[in-house]
């Protein structure tokens, strides 16, 4: 990585399954990391469980925004 500022957020052992075309991986996050996502929920997160629950909705969230629409304009033209 030439970037050197340490990531909140560290992914390990990907497995993908071209069967089911689903990828499986290990997340880390660091203690910086999960008092940001405590930050993004109006209630406070009590146990491990809501904690990946608002983790998956961030990373579902990331995902949405970052997918590119018909209206923006990209690499190729105004659809990518």
């Known amino acids: 990585m030439s970037d050197k ?3 909140l957020v560290e992914g390990f ?3 993908y399954n071209p069967l089911s075309k689903t990828m499986k991986m290990t997340l ?3 203690r910086t990391a999960l008092e940001e996502i405590t930050r ?3 209630e406070p997160i009590k146990d ?3 904690m990946l629950e608002q ?8 995902i949405h925004l970052n997918t590119p629409r018909g209206m923006r ?3 190729h033209g ?3």
């Open 73 to 75: 304009a990209g690499p």
């Open 78 to 80: 105004k659809k990518w």
């Open 13 to 15: 052992d990907p497995e």
């Open 48 to 50: 491990p469980e809501q």
């Open 55 to 62: 983790v998956l909705e961030l990373l579902d969230r990331s």
């Open 28 to 30: 880390v996050l660091d």
């Open 40 to 42: 993004t929920r109006a």
């Open 5 to 7: 500022r340490k990531r």
